[in-house]
């Protein structure tokens, strides 16, 4: 079977619906309990096999982007034993260190590609998958693309197959903000977990509902240390159509929940028009899976 020359990869924004911080282990891991779901916009990876491992990096958000050993792209792909060679040209749409998992999705993405181009491999017969982690926590749950209560340090992964398909606004006020200056600004590490999770939503409403009584123990300290993100929140939670307001991850992404996809995107435009320096998207929550899926040509 000849190797594909090359393959295309969609890498989708990572949500945390909920994010609950339940502990840390002795090696300094924090432990978590998250609901994770993904965004219909994402950055777009173009891997062309080659003769040598190469980073182009491109899009609005590329600038501050490495495009050498330390991208996670690159990283990551060194990790699959085997695999052909290949040049990877992101394109960037996703802000950097924005708490919606870009450099894991991204880093997910060449994974999901060139395992696809490499006939004959099964990611699942050596230890990749744990390597993945250490390499970034976020990078397992990006692999499916899939909603998923995540659990641990990020390697149990449930799926959630019935959460009903959410309406968003995403808002980052363009800083940047490092997930580990986060947790060492947090006060309380050792939290409750989430409840279960209803077996069946009605619909919307009924699952922002239960979105409001859910809680991301980061988004105090996140904020303490960049207040833009208060200023987010409130500007999510002054628009008359926003139902829920949540930081996601780490921040500075916000997320607002809406009622329809229509409430959404007029939020987004009216939004955009008053803070013309955030970046601003109207986004539908849910599984990406098909969508991530590795395409050739």
Known sequence: MATPQIVEVFAPAKINLTLQVTGQRADGYHLLDSLVTFADVGDVLRIEIGDAFEMITQGPEAETVPDGPENLVLR??????????AVFTLTKNLPVASGIGGGSADAAAAFRGLSAATPGYDPKADDVLERLLVLGADIPMCLASTTARIEGIGEIISPVGHLPTLHAVLINPRVAVPTPAVFKAMKQRTNPPMPDIPPVFSGVSDCIEWLRA?????????????????AVQSALEGHRACQLARMSGSGATCFGLFETAQAAQLAARELSRTYPQWWIRAAQLGSQSDRAAPCFS
């Open 76 to 85: 990551a792909a060194a990790l699959l034993e085997g695999a052909p060679k």
């Open 214 to 230: 859910q809680r991301n123990d980061m988004q105090e300290a996140a904020t303490a240390l960049e207040p833009a993100i208060a």
